[in-house]
């Protein structure tokens, strides 16, 4: 059965992932270190938003999920930079003929405040994506301090990713 069935073929992938947060002296977020008081524990380099936007490139390219691909059993990827599983994610879009059209994050932590580190976020995915800056939204939100992320036990972070197939022009 073909799935050539329209022309115009929009397709938009989701992605969430958490990591527990310690004492530390700072962490990564988007590609970009933020020093701060905690630290994000993970097998590689721990960045959330990094994490939850492959899986939603991954997800655009119906190409399953970091975990699949990049197992926190494999100690290759102990310590690796996040950039890795994203370019690998984005290589599947462009494998199967797409391209992004725009990227949104959400990113819930108590701590750090993210809003100071917005543009330099921005910029640093724009890089890693080939995308303007004007197709990418960063945002940033707290819990009000209810739960793990509100007591600062965790970060964790949303995204979308929308993905235009088979239009070249
Ligand atoms: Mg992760």
């Not at 073929?9 to 270190?33: A, P, Q, T």
């Not at 905690?38 to 939603?56: C, F, K, Q, R, Y």
């Not at 990827?77 to 984005?90: C, E, G, P």
């Not at 108590?110 to 100071?116: A, C, F, L, V, W």
Request: aromatic share 8%.
């Amino acid at each position: 059965m073909s799935d050539s069935f329209c022309a115009l073929d929009i397709r938009s992938g989701n992605g969430f992932d958490v990591h527990r947060l310690e004492i530390g002296e700072g962490l990564w977020i988007c590609g970009i270190f933020i020093p701060c008081a905690l630290n994000a524990i993970g097998h590689s380099d721990a960045d959330v938003a990094l994490h939850a936007l492959t899986d939603a490139l991954l997800g655009a390219a119906c190409a399953g999920d970091i975990g699949t691909h990049f197992p926190p059993t494999d100690s290759q990827w102990h310590r690796a930079s996040s950039h890795i599983f994203l370019d690998f994610a984005h290589a599947k879009i462009k494998e199967a003929g797409g391209r992004i059209n725009h990227v949104d994050l959400t990113i819930l932590a108590e701590h750090p405040k993210i809003s100071p580190y917005r543009a330099e976020m921005t910029k640093k995915l724009s890089e890693l994506l080939g995308l303007d800056t004007r197709r990418i939204n960063i945002k940033a939100t707290t819990t009000e301090k209810l739960g793990f992320i509100g007591r600062s036990e965790g970060i964790a972070a949303f995204a979308t990713a929308t993905v235009s197939f088979g239009d070249t022009a």
